[in-house]
């Protein structure tokens, strides 16, 4: 070894390297807590994503369980250790396969045909009960098609719609397919339906004795209008059912206690709607009762962080401990995500406290011990073991070791300010880790979407593209955002460009004054969803901006509430009426009233298949810049849809990014292109 050679300076991000990002998650622990089955995702030669099972043993061996072009994932253990459930699209379709645990090749135990969207063991592992869907004339015996085969135009028929509710930007149109939860044995895979056709079933878990299954459905008389989901309980041997909830507010996450006298679950009141704080309940089913266990505490229960690399992690609900005194659950406050304990009775205690994002755990069956998935703005993220005693962690994988070693990354510092009207905001600044002494950088202003969602202590590929690429960059939660309690989530509705403009401007002001490397002459903004909505709302109403760059965004609400997949509810929700009560109520609150104003060059970005905030929304925004005279460029995105900058084809999310720095470079830095 050369003791005099010097270490490799490291490089920038590129746009490139989110073709190398590993993403670990969904660890869960096997019942004698020795071995940790997880899910690793990342993307292939082909540009493809790919997911495989991995699994960690206690003698801190890794290794890869599962391989192939597939996606498996949400692996599961049966009760008795010995085998392995996980989802997997290897036959076409996304079914239900079993692995054993001592090695041979997987099975396939469901042959659905429209696949599996979800599944759990039953406590004796003797069968299984997945979630899947059927057309009118299906049944749960009809088998996916190997092949399938493109429509001649001579079998096109017209889509009849007679329904508010019928398509989602997730799945497309929806054509009347209904949920069914399926029985299957473990065995022989015989099947039995135990449900009948529901209009919507989310969450479900079998009791300990293995008698009673719980579920969560739309059993409402008007599915599409009224937005209460209940609690289920299904006897499994004479098919009795019991709603637990009927019509009280709406319900997931559902999770049994030890000794099946009691199911949480996850849920509110709908008290303000769309922003309303998620709570923990416990029905205590022998007493007829119903706790709200957190109904005195201010938080958001959940993950609500905004992200471009862990957004589909799907992290857990609320976590028994093994006594049943009391419930893990994940939390959404100033940025973090952490875990917390709720007793049945007496206070909540922190259990894993810090900057960082918990996107994933499991708890060990017998100790106090855990192993999370943890992200940080300077870690993709890993596996962790940490004790839930003192918050002790040792780092299980380094998945994105190589490239952790090769690029430099850029911290997120938080700050707070205040708005205009007093109101404390956080923020993050970003400061681009080649800027020299003296040196100032171009701000770009990141706005997320939701709006009821956070910006927080996680990796962004994005940010960390720009910072290496000279840019600062600032991100904040205005009001509007999770993470501060539920007067500061509810106080946008009604208020779209008020307020929270003022949040964001304060912020950009805030920065200024605190980083004097912020070059303030060269200032941009971009931001999707909502953050699209607010970066046309921004350029339409100050020049301070030199580049935008709006994304999948809202410019006209009078016809967003009639083409949107959640339209229909979601403007009378947020910005406060329907069409036909207040039409000059939404032209007001729609940037595209304030087109005239707008000088800042504008990019629009947005994809062709976007149900949530459909592409028309651009086409409005655009043609009328260019009628204008503006500066604009349209980027159309082919089959993508609204979640295109975070499970997108990963060749057009690159797309995305280069034409989001191009953009930038052209006009904060004078690039040509």
């Known amino acids: 070894m050369n003791y005099n050679e010097q270490p490799a300076k490291r490089r920038g991000m590129t746009a490139e390297d989110l073709l190398r990002l590993r993403s670990v998650r969904d660890p869960h622990y096997a019942p ?107 049944t749960i015996e009809d088998r996916e098609e190997t092949k399938t085969r493109e429509p001649k135009s001579a079998d096109l028929k017209p889509r009849v719609v007679d329904r508010l509710y019928y398509k989602s930007d997730a799945s497309g149109f929806l054509d009347g397919k209904r949920a069914v939860l399926v029985r299957i044995d473990a065995l022989s895979g015989k099947m039995e339906a135990l449900t009948g056709r529901e209009e919507e079933i989310g969450s479900f878990a079998i009791s300990p004795n293995g008698r009673t299954l719980a579920f969560v459905a739309n059993r409402n008389d008007d599915p599409d209008t009224t937005f209460t989901r209940d609690i289920v309980l299904l006897d499994l041997k004479s098919k009795a059912e019991t709603n637990l909830t009927n019509g009280c507010g709406t319900f997931a996450s559902l999770a049994w206690s030890p000794d099946g006298t009691k199911l949480a679950a996850i849920g509110h009141d709908l008290a303000y709607l769309g922003a309303t704080l998620h709570r923990l309940y416990i029905f205590e089913l022998e007493l007829g009762m119903k706790r709200a266990l957190t109904a005195d505490w201010d938080v958001h229960l959940g993950d609500a962080m905004v992200g471009d690399t862990h957004a589909d992690a799907n992290g857990p609900g609320p976590i028994w401990a093994s006594d049943g005194s009391g419930l893990y659950v994940t939390v959404s406050e100033r940025g973090r995500v952490n875990l917390y304990f709720v007793p049945l009775d007496g206070p909540i205690i922190p259990v894993l406290e810090g900057d960082f994002h918990l996107y994933g755990i499991t708890i060990h069956p017998h100790k106090p011990q855990a192993v999370a998935a943890m992200s940080e703005p300077t870690s993709i993220g890993d596996l962790y073991i940490v004790s839930l005693e003192n918050g002790m962690k040792t780092r299980l994988t380094r998945a994105n070791e190589a490239l952790e070693n090769e690029v430099v990354f850029a911290d997120a510092e938080p700050f707070t300010y ?62 509007g955002s999770h993470g501060y309690g539920q007067r500061f989530v509810n106080a946008v509705r009604g208020d779209y460009g008020g307020m929270d403009y003022e949040d964001i401007m304060a912020g950009v002001d805030a920065a200024i004054r605190q980083f004097d490397f912020i070059d303030e002459a060269r200032l941009g903004v971009t931001g999707g969803s909502y953050g699209g909505f607010m970066t046309n709302w921004i350029v339409g109403h100050t020049d301070r901006f030199k580049a935008a760059v709006t994304q999948r965004s809202i410019s006209n609400w009078l016809s967003f509430s009639g083409v949107s997949d959640i339209g229909y509810f979601f403007t009378r929700w947020e910005v406060g009426c329907d069409i036909w009560e207040d039409a000059e109520r939404l032209w007001h609150h729609s940037p595209l ?47 993508a849809n609204h979640d295109l900058s975070r499970t997108g084809s990963p060749a057009l999310r690159l797309e995305r990014l280069r034409h989001i720095v191009d953009w930038f470079d052209r006009y904060l830095k004078g690039a040509s292109h």
Request: overall charge negative.
């Open 32 to 138: 004698n807590g020795t071995r940790v089955v997880f899910v690793e995702k990342s993307i292939d030669e082909e540009n493809q994503y790919r997911s495989h099972l991995w699994m960690w043993t206690s003698d801190s061996a890794v290794r890869q369980w599962t391989f192939g072009p597939w996606r498996d994932t949400k692996p599961r253990f049966s009760p008795d250790g010995e085998t392995i459930a996980f989802l997997s699209d290897r036959s076409g379709r996304t079914q239900l396969w079993l692995l054993p645990t001592d090695g041979g090749e997987a099975r396939q135990l469901t042959f659905f045909k429209n696949g599996v969207h979800d599944y759990v063991w039953s406590p004796d592992g003797s069968f299984l009960v997945a979630l899947t869907t059927l057309g009118a004339e299906e």
């Open 418 to 479: 205040r708005s205009t009207d007093g109101w404390e905001i956080q923020g993050w600044i970003m400061k681009p880790p080649e800027l020299g002494e003296g040196e100032r950088a171009p701000l770009i202003v990141e706005i997320h979407g939701g709006p009821h969602a956070m910006y927080g202590f996680t990796f962004s590929h994005e940010f960390q593209l720009l910072v290496s690429r000279g840019y600062a960059v600032l991100f904040t939660n205005p009001r």
């Open 593 to 639: 009233k304030y087109v005239k104003q707008m000088h800042t060059p504008l990019l629009i970005l947005h994809s062709e298949r976007d149900y949530r905030c459909p592409i028309e929304q651009a086409e409005q925004l655009f043609i009328a810049l260019k009628r204008l005279g503006r500066d604009t460029k349209l980027v159309r995105f082919p089959d």
